[in-house]
């Protein structure tokens, strides 16, 4: 089950026990559905309701939840090296898969359009304008072994941060040139070799990045428009 608490701890609603362990949540309506993902589905709950509005099915093991802002898509990172999508208005679906590995982390940019995941060496960067991603290739960025964390510049501009299992922080623009292309980083930090746990923006000019061996750091970063 997911529990919802407010600022002092205190419960203020819970929803019913799900089938299995609960890997990931997300808000929609601006805080008023919670979505909720364990083994077999994503289920979306009212504020105060116990039993699910909505159901998104999918026979399998999610990983990780991403709503787009716009609240158009829900997608889920799988434990079978796919990518499953719904599309909210109708729940119509689509599964893009043949990753090398399981999906863990998935993470949409501020406008929506562009969903960045791991599962390989290289992330991948899906554009999900129009009609979205199917029939697509997406944009692939190559810096890591192993990523172990990603998180997008607030903003419209289309830069993302990863961070490595080699303790590497890559900062990319990673929605441009065309699809199917490989990209390369517009810029990496100088980072000890403790893996990357975390990464998280602090404003658009501010990335903190939080390594296994307990160090967090603050990069200052110049305009929304440079890296």
């Not at 998935?106 to 199917?134: E, M, N």
């Not at 290739?137 to 490595?164: F, K, N, Q, Y």
Request: aromatic share 8%; charged share 20%; proline share 7%.
């Amino acid at each position: 089950m997911a529990l919802v608490l407010d600022a002092d701890s205190e419960e203020l609603w819970r929803t019913e026990p799900s089938a299995s362990t609960v890997t990931d949540l997300a808000w929609l309506r601006r805080g008023r559905r919670l979505a909720v993902a364990a083994y077999g589905a994503v289920h979306g709950h009212e504020r105060h309701t116990a039993q699910p509005v909505v159901t998104y099915p999918y026979i399998g093991s999610h990983l990780a939840l991403a709503v787009a802002p716009t609240e158009k898509w829900i997608c889920s990172g799988n434990q079978d090296a796919s990518i499953h999508i719904w599309r909210t208005r109708d729940g119509s679906e689509l599964t893009m898969s043949g990753y090398p590995e399981k999906v863990s982390r998935l993470a949409f940019d501020d406008t929506g359009f562009w969903l960045a995941a791991d599962g390989a060496p290289d992330l991948t960067v899906w554009d999900f304008s129009g009609k979205g991603p199917a029939g697509t290739a997406p944009r692939s960025l190559r810096c890591h072994e192993t990523i172990s964390a990603l998180a997008w510049r607030p903003g419209p501009a289309g830069h993302l941060a990863s961070g490595g299992h080699d303790g590497t922080v890559a900062l990319w623009y990673a929605t441009a040139g065309q699809p199917a292309n490989r990209l390369r980083p517009a810029r990496t930090l100088d980072d000890a070799d403790s893996p990357v746990a975390a990464l998280a923006w602090a404003g658009p000019h501010l990335l903190i990045t939080a390594h296994r061996d307990g160090r967090v750091r603050a990069y200052g970063l110049p305009s929304r428009t440079a890296l």
